[in-house]
């Protein structure tokens, strides 16, 4: 999961973070909501797994992008064969 938090400053900065490790920081809010998607999204393909972009909301995180893990489809009969 990409996660998007509020940097303990007098400005107020935000940062990126995947799991505990900061990847961004000092970054302003719309800055960092940008670039904390174009992660989610670049990991998504790459690994092909659900990833979520969620920043800190009052009650509840919000959810900035939930990209679906891939569905695996089955084989069909012609794929994977080889032609003679």
Request: proline share 2%.
């Amino acid at each position: 999961m990409v996660r998007i938090s509020r940097h303990d400053s007098a400005a107020g900065d935000w940062r990126i973070c995947r799991e505990q490790v900061t990847l961004f920081r000092d970054m302003r809010l719309t800055s960092a909501i940008r670039l904390a998607r174009e992660i989610g999204r670049y990991e998504h393909v790459r690994l092909g797994c659900q990833v979520r972009v969620e920043m800190p909301g009052r009650g509840a995180p919000i959810v900035l992008a939930n990209f679906i893990a891939r569905r695996r489809d089955s084989i069909s009969d012609d794929e994977g064969v080889l032609a003679a």
